[in-house]
Nanobody, 116 residues
Framework: QVQLVESGGGLVQAGGSLRLSCVVSIGKFSGVYTMGWYRQGPGNQRELVASISGAGYTNYADSVKGRFTISRDNTKNTVYLQMNSLKPEDTAVYYC?????????WGQGTQVTVSS
């Protein structure tokens, strides 16, 4: 069974930065997986904010483009999300998962709260 463990969230003032980490516990973390960071804010549906392919190609939601950077270290089975210039609207629980055919169960996520 795959285990996804997100960490690095916290309370930060607007304009601040956080770096999220996601460790994927799987027999062999394939570098071909496209991994993504998702978030779910209060009353909102879960949305994909950033993804990275096995070859390192990245995509970002318009709302985070230029502020967030996704990266991965396949040797550590870890995906990262560097978040800069945080805004109150970035407040959400952040999750990571494979973009196509998501692993189940999802991890517990990590809470990011941005104060104005």
């Amino acid at each position: 069974q795959v285990q996804l463990v997100e960490s690095g969230g916290g309370l930060v003032q607007a304009g601040g930065s956080l770096r999220l980490s996601c460790v994927v516990s799987i027999g062999k973390f394939s570098g071909v997986y496209t991994m993504g960071w998702y978030r779910q804010g209060p009353g909102n549906q879960r949305e994909l904010v950033a993804s990275i392919s096995g070859a390192g190609y990245t995509n970002y939601a318009d709302s985070v483009k230029g502020r967030f950077t996704i990266s991965r270290d396949n040797t550590k089975n870890t995906v990262y999300l560097q978040m800069n210039s945080l805004k109150p609207e970035d407040t959400a629980v952040y999750y990571c998962n494979r973009v196509t055919s998501a692993f189940t169960p999802w991890g517990q996520g990590t809470q990011v709260t941005v104060s104005s």
